[in-house]
């Protein structure tokens, strides 16, 4: 048998994982309407005021960011888990850390591109400020490989339990206050015209942390649930 | 470090290292706890602020010390746990969940109890507040993720898994939450020590302190003493070496 580099079966990986996904399309475009929704219900709570809207804005489309991803984290280990397709990726002849990448990737594609694409509509529909869209645009692209990450960590400790959903948002939310915190900051820098610099160097910090660390996790977790 | 710890790896020899132990936490913190309390709670002199109020330090301050340190404990067991694969410090793991997170909710619960009086409100969202809160999150979500598996050795450890990561983002979560917002008063003790030459705080009030703050440790270290041999003799209910020590009433 011909020796395949790493490189490779990330990307057979990947293409693998997006295949599937894409015969299940609703699966990842729920939370993206589940967070459409949540997203209109605050003007109906809270009053049309578009100042007070511009000042929640950046905490409502976080927290609805945040819970969101709990909805569609769920389905990066589940389907595999089921049909045992997980366990050949863990003993593909490569470091179990880089499949495990390879998921996280596939997840980001999947729920974090839609979301990055309807973000303008979500500045809109909240009044933030249109100076602060660039900045509500990096924040979601530093912040949402990192809730891929850290979320891989929780899926591949729950993804063994039929009924890990509400749990795995206990697990999960307060590991991802810090980033809830700097995004929101920096979101709030952009819309006073302040620099928004360190809040975001905090979370490209995080960014690093995360994809550095949780892999080996993950790999520990799986070893655990798939046993 | 594997030659010091492989003995342990037996429960019968944990268990009978735990009897040992016992005593020498069990007494001294209860006497400790005693001495301290009594001390701090009716003989160190009133605060010229704060009052009597204030008095509530000798038990808000040590617990919530513990309640991170049993944290970062939980965390030690789940490694040794998962590099050496020992199960009693899986169970360690379990017996120390529960008392950080009563340690956690008694320095929050004492903490809105003093600040009612001085702050003017039961809770507010300091920074050391807030990431109290969230180690209280922490603690639940170990011990969540431990009952709901129905193997009790998976729910181990995931739960030790958990526990690691968690250990890695207590200090991210921390200062995090600091920058976001800060009300509550500076640490007395860690300025006290670094202020040497003008102390913040009277050595009539220090001195219950730090007596309390160890009569708390060895409470709670005798507490999880006493609930990890439980879960030993609960396990090895069917061995011979259990069945003597149950029917010998030792």
Sequence with gaps: ??????????????????????????????????????????????????????????????????????????????????????????????????AVLGKVIVHWLLTALPLLLISPLLALLLSLPMQALPILIVTLLLGTPVLSAVGAIGVALTVSLNRGGALLSLLLLPLLIPLLIFATAALEAATYNLSAAGPLAMMAAFLVLALGLSPLAVKAALQVSVN | MWRWLHPYAKPEATYRLNKKLLPWFAWPGVVLLAVGLVWGLVFAPADYQQGDSYRIIFIHVPSAMWAMGFYV?????????????????????????????????????????????????????????????????????????????????????????????????????????????????????????????????????????????????????????????????????????????????Q
Excluded at chain 1, 60 to 83: N, P, T
Excluded at chain 2, 109 to 117: C, K, L, R, S
Excluded at chain 2, 119 to 143: E, K
């Design chain 1, 1 to 98: 048998m011909a020796r395949v580099s790493n490189t490779t079966l990330l990307l057979q990986l990947i293409r693998r994982d997006l295949r599937v996904a894409l015969r299940q399309r609703s699966e990842f475009l729920n939370p993206i309407i589940f967070l459409l929704v949540v997203i209109t219900l605050f003007p109906l709570a809270v009053g049309p005021a578009a100042d007070t809207l511009a000042r929640i804005a950046p905490g409502v489309i976080w927290v609805s960011a945040l819970l969101s991803a709990m909805l569609g984290l769920e389905r990066m280990f589940r389907d595999d888990f089921r049909d045992g397709a997980l366990e050949h990726m863990l003993l593909l002849p490569c470091p179990v850390e880089l």
């Design chain 2, 73 to 249: 404990g939980m965390a030690v067991a789940a490694l040794i746990a998962v590099v050496w694969q020992i199960r009693t410090a899986e169970w360690a793991l379990m017996a120390i969940a529960p008392v950080g997170a009563v340690l956690t909710f008694i320095s929050l619960f004492t903490g809105a109890i003093w600040g009612h009086p001085m702050w003017g409100t039961w809770w507010i969202w300091d920074a050391r507040l807030t990431s109290q809160l969230i180690l209280l999150f922490l603690y639940l979500g170990v011990m969540a993720l431990y009952v709901a598996f129905e193997d009790q050795r998976t729910g181990a450890k995931a739960a030790g898994i958990l526990a690691m990561v968690g250990v890695i983002n207590i200090p991210i979560i921390h200062y995090s939450v600091y920058w976001w917002n800060t009300l509550h008063q500076g640490s007395t003790i860690t300025q006290m020590v670094t202020r040497l030459e003008a102390p913040t705080m009277p050595a009539e009030m220090l001195w219950p302190l730090l007596v309390n703050l160890f009569g708390f440790l060895g409470v709670c270290a005798a507490l999880v003493i006493m609930r990890l041999n439980n879960e030993i003799l609960r396990r090895e209910v069917r061995r011979p070496w259990a069945i003597a020590i149950l029917k010998g009433g």
